[in-house]
């Protein structure tokens, strides 16, 4: 299996654990929350092809109509919702994603065109702006809703209309006469054409992926031997000395990865989320074409020299990548400010996702402990800090600390929607992000690399095989494995991720040998059949952390397992100035606290852990001064609850994740 | 003597000393070498008004053509040169001003309309956009460069078609129907249209200097009651929606200084040329309309809180101010890094030489040494090290570190040559900023803000008084005064600065009673009649200096009297990474050595002081680590020399102001 879109469904989180209660909530109120912003804003019949008031709105990122992405926030939210119904049939949702597969069915072209904006409001100008135009990238979630809605209704009512389109798009792009040679400004269609692919097996689906990520950032493509983006800039008539007020720069195609082929980038670079889903295609296609083949070796040494740039100088401690707001993206190596007022932090949630989605293509390819641990960091941290615990209200940005301009603070939609629908998804297939699997006949091999209350079931050719785990995790760090077979006896190797912040580790009982690659634990077969019920122990204890000192951020972080915690004003009500001021003491105790309200997590509480505040008084008139960074004022309590639940539990939005340490 | 630009006249720098040295090579060297790119570049004839083959070069920053500015160079050398010629004639310079200032006369329009760009270019289009274009700034230099044409030469040859041209300006701008209510987009003209209001007396020079000034930012400007830059952007049919390449964002006036009238303005922002040369013409316009007037009542508030907050949060350890290259410009408050690979530093030359501007005249309003010690930081370190030794290489960057990228490194001129000439005629009026006097029959009162050695000679109704210092400084803190008189008692107060950094100072002999007022040392006449002689010691020693710590520099700087000291690799030969991984100890004693080549200067030893590299090695693979920022390696000497001084001794161009500290 090798899409975790798919692989999930053979997955069962245990009623009431961590992630069954967030899924709960998501299928419960998430669903039908935002089916309901989609009515109101008008996308939910905007397939209906009528005229919209707001179609009329001026554009906030000219020339990108708000209405640009609608097409993928139908395809993103059917997307989840066909997910989630593999849990419990939910006769309204249902029904809704009937009406919108008609709908759609009745939007296409004769010829299989199918896009909101180009045939309502500019019908005639289609693929004339791939650069800012989110037509290919709408396309890719609608593929991408397509496949899920097949995987529930085992039909292809909403896939036959997409199949179309896709069929006009591989006659339409490519290095071929009278083939447009272009590719999308934001990639996503690229993944969800290899993901087609696997299900159509139609090689033009995996050639036209390709050539999208190929010909992407060509300085000579097409028979013009130029910029794509420049050949098409100029069809449009657009001012070379004059850019789009949103554009960072003049030629800035960082912003669209296309300042260089892929294949030459030698440091991950503009629109964050841009990048992770561009890289998550391109590792793919390593995957799909071997990493051994002219294709895998060409792309896999970008993907990784990327991913090691992007986690070991510009990745937040939450797993959030993205300093920049003014192009959503990545800064330059070891920029990572905290928040607005120090330089930035955007951090968005769909970012985060992509972050997942790009280290869950790695561990097809190379069984690396590594990249599980980022998954798990920005799945606990980045992703999921994105939803509110009532699963009502949305963060697209994500930032380690508040400010009066920017409160920590989450809110019920977005004019540009593309983070809630896609934490909808996320948490939808879940399952698939637990484990990774293959089988062939009577034998299985499963790859743990997330622990979690939760079953897995395969059926082999003769048996069926059930794996367990039983925990309490992110709170406790003991894994009870339960392995039970149905038929004849299972070749079954499991391996086991230890994580990268475990200090210690033990599996009860205790293999003889301990037969380890990449920080996976490997159970043979033999040792398995032995021990059908096993633990594994990986203690979890407060850790204090630093970011790379060239970050210059001096301050550290307080975590505990793969959760990164925050102080919020709702514990310090006297907190005026998002604890920028606050001195922190990382060598007193760290003493942990089990809260049930308003949802199960550990408090560290730090006695006596503020200092003070920090004493700027020998700056004041000055430049520089020889006074000592002291401090000033009483020692406090600090309390640290988790990042992801900041923001729900009252207060002023008052919020930090690194505390100044002197 | 309200102005340095006249008042510099009664000062005579004792020939051999610091300053001596440094103005004869400005004047052997620099205006020679600046003629010659002046006349190898096109410059120098331009005012022939005949067509240059470099007027068909696509801008370098479009709209604004790369000439654009060459009225203005011609103007600051043109006020240099007059200002070099007091000390010395030169037949040469003497011939070139004289000829530049007949092309000028003939470049004049009948209506009196003066540019060499909207003559030769773009006939007709004149003041169609005062946002981009520089026809003001221009002007303004034009201004200064025919007060300091007449100051030397005592005529009104270069005068005389200047206030015809200002005769234009003033029917032209303006609040009446039929003037157009605009106002520059590089202030410049207010500050020089304030010093002709002295000169002529004219109401109306004053006057429109006022208006430029109030009417800046106005969103309700005109007839239209629009900002001018968009009724203006509008009329040449600018498309709302893009905005010129080089723009940081839609509508960013606060580039141009215009988001908001000055008066409104809580923070420092944008181009860090414009806002100096616009609130030293603002707080000009407050001495002149004096502090509690409505004009000064309305304006001294607004300098002195944009002063505040550029000095306590957005200037740099020498003085330097604008951290972002994109807009040349002020980040926000606290953002400070040492150079391009650390997020920029831009500390224009300019700028520098602004901030001095504006600290000359708030000195005239308030008499607090806290504006001499930030002029006196300035002149030594973000100015001097715009030129080199030998007065013919510029810099217009001044990082505090070096990359790869943005080596330490000057250059014999510029495509956008404002830099150059700017040091040339600051250091030609450099006596103005020593001191400044006023004088009434025979009383004088005379203000020391720096010392240096200089005799000042102020000729009296009936007497004249001449002061005299004879120091080492910036090398020694010993200054002996000596204060002589020809013709009856003369009623003198003196009163001197005593700088910020002096950890001590004392005067020999010492006065009964010291009179400080805002750290000037007031020394009555009847002391001054028994102490004819006289000594201040201010004690210089190495002490080393952080940053405020908002800023997230963890670094520390070595300062010594006013010259901040900075590590080059031609000191340390073995250094490939631009300093950025030495961990200096501050701790270690600090020894002084006194150096001849290539100049008098006293290089600072840290024996042992760097205690290795830092150690990042924990970081390896990682967001965060336990890791503290331990370091490897051996400890080594480290040489710190005066920041003014880089890039003069060889070596690759590696350097650092401040170092990283634990």
């Known amino acids: 299996m090798e899409y975790p879109q798919e692989s999930f469904v053979a997955t069962t989180f245990a009623p009431g654990s961590f992630w069954a209660r967030r899924r709960d909530i998501v299928r419960t109120q998430t669903l039908r929350h935002q089916l309901q912003m989609l009515r109101i804003t008008g996308r939910y019949d905007a397939f209906k092809l009528q005229w919209h008031p707001s179609y009329s709105d001026p554009p906030t990122m000219w020339p990108v109509p708000n209405h640009q992405f609608w097409d993928s926030d139908i395809g993103k939210w059917i997307e989840g919702a066909c997910y989630l119904l593999m849990d419990h049939f939910d006769e309204d949702i249902d029904a809704a994603i009937k009406e919108l597969v008609q709908m759609i069915q009745g939007a296409q072209h004769p010829d299989g065109y199918l896009n909101i904006h ?261 799945l606990y941290n980045a992703m999921l800090t994105g939803v509110s615990l009532d699963g009502k209200a949305f963060a697209y940005v994500n930032q380690l600390a508040s400010s009066d301009k920017d409160l920590s603070q989450r809110h019920e939609w977005f004019e540009c929607a593309c983070c809630p629908p896609n934490v909808t998804r996320t948490l939808g297939y879940l399952g698939g992000y637990v484990w990774s699997y293959s089988t062939n006949e009577q034998k299985a091999v499963v790859n743990v690399h997330l622990y979690t209350a939760a079953t897995l079931r395969l059926h082999l050719s003769e048996s069926m095989i059930e794996i367990t785990q039983k925990t309490d995790w992110p709170w406790n760090g003991n894994v009870d494995f339960t392995i039970r077979t149905e038929g004849p006896l299972v070749d079954l190797q499991l391996r086991l991720r230890i994580p990268g912040w475990a200090e210690s580790w033990q599996v009860t009982p205790s293999p003889d040998q301990l037969d380890i690659h990449k920080g996976y634990l490997y159970l043979s077969a033999e040792w398995l059949q032995q021990n059908s019920q096993f633990q594994l122990s990986c203690p979890m204890q407060s850790r204090v952390v630093k970011p790379h000192p060239l970050t210059m951020q001096p301050v550290a972080y307080v975590m505990r397992g793969p959760i990164v915690y925050c102080v919020e004003d709702a514990d310090h009500p006297w907190e005026e100035r998002h604890f920028k001021m606050t001195v922190f003491d990382p060598k007193v105790p760290l003493r942990e606290e089990t809260r049930s309200q308003p949802d199960q997590y550990i408090a560290i509480i730090a006695e006596n852990g503020a200092k003070g505040e920090l004493d700027t008084s020998h700056w004041d008139r000055q430049i520089v001064s020889e006074g000592n960074n002291a401090h000033v004022g009483e020692s406090r309590d600090l309390c640290f609850v988790p990042y992801y639940l900041r923001a729900n539990r009252g207060g002023r939005g008052q919020m930090r994740v690194g505390l100044r340490v002197e």
Chains 1, 2 share one sequence.
């Not at 300085?219 to 069809?235: I, K, L, N, Q, W």
């Not at 040494?301 to 300093?323: C, D, F, H, Q």
């Open 118 to 378: 180009y045939s309502v409001v500019e019908p005639g100008k289609r693929f004339t702006n791939l650069r800012d135009m989110h037509e290919l990238y709408n396309a890719g979630h609608l593929i991408e809703g397509a496949l899920a809605h097949r995987l529930y209704y085992k039909n292809d009512d909403m896939l036959s209309p997409i199949l179309k389109y896709v069929d006009l798009l591989v006659a339409t792009f490519g290095d071929q006469d009278a083939q447009t040679p272009g590719y999308p400004g934001h990639p996503e269609i690229e993944l969800a054409l290899l993901r087609l692919y696997k299900v159509t097996g139609n090689e033009k689906h995996l050639k036209l992926a390709q050539f999208f990520i190929e010909e992407r950032g060509n300085p000579t493509g097409g028979t013009e031997r130029r910029h794509y983006y420049d050949v098409e800039s100029e069809a449009r008539g657009e001012n070379k000395h004059t850019l789009p007020v949103h554009f960072p720069a003049a030629r800035s195609y960082w912003y669209q990865q296309a300042h260089v082929p892929i294949a030459e980038q030698e440091t991950i670079e503009g629109h964050s989320v841009r990048a992770m889903y561009l890289l998550t295609a391109v590792a793919d296609l390593v995957r799909i074409s071997q990493p051994d083949s002219k294709v895998g070796a060409t792309f896999l040494p970008v993907v990784n020299r990327l991913w090691s740039n992007m986690v070991e100088k510009r990745s937040y401690v939450t797993g959030g990548i993205g300093a920049i707001k003014q192009w959503e993206g990545f800064g330059i190596d070891y920029f990572l400010p905290q928040g607005t007022d120090e330089g930035g932090c955007y951090a968005e949630t769909c970012a985060a996702i992509g972050v997942m989605m790009l280290a869950e293509r790695q561990l097809q390819i190379d069984l690396d402990s590594h990249y599980a641990d980022v998954m798990e960091l920005c």
